[in-house]
């Protein structure tokens, strides 16, 4: 589990943040990500703006795609282990988190 930082009374927050993850390659194609926008409470529960799945079960196209491309140059000669490489991608915002992920792990506040 991961967290960015909380950007605090700001309507238009950015992110510039690398989030790094260990995946084991024979897990690849059976890892999904959930990234959750969360609005941050100080009390009580933080409101869910909107969400994304990452990975071959997203229910989006552009959440396979990056998934793909994130480890298509693992396959390829030219990787160079010691200079990763980010792959960025614009995506659809999900109202609500599907069925299927709704019961995975969440981080801590």
Sequence with gaps: LRKTSIKRANLNPVYHECLE???????????????????????????????????????????????????????????????PRSVGTWHSILAEVPDDFRNIPKAKK
């Design 21 to 83: 993850f260990d995946v084991p390659l024979h897990e690849v194609d059976d890892t999904n990500m959930l990234v959750q926008v969360m609005d941050w409470d100080r009390i009580g529960r933080d409101d869910l703006l909107g969400c994304c799945i990452i990975g071959r079960d997203s229910t989006t196209a552009e959440g396979r795609q990056q998934w793909s491309d994130c480890f298509r140059s693992l396959s390829s000669n030219d990787h160079d282990p010691s200079r």
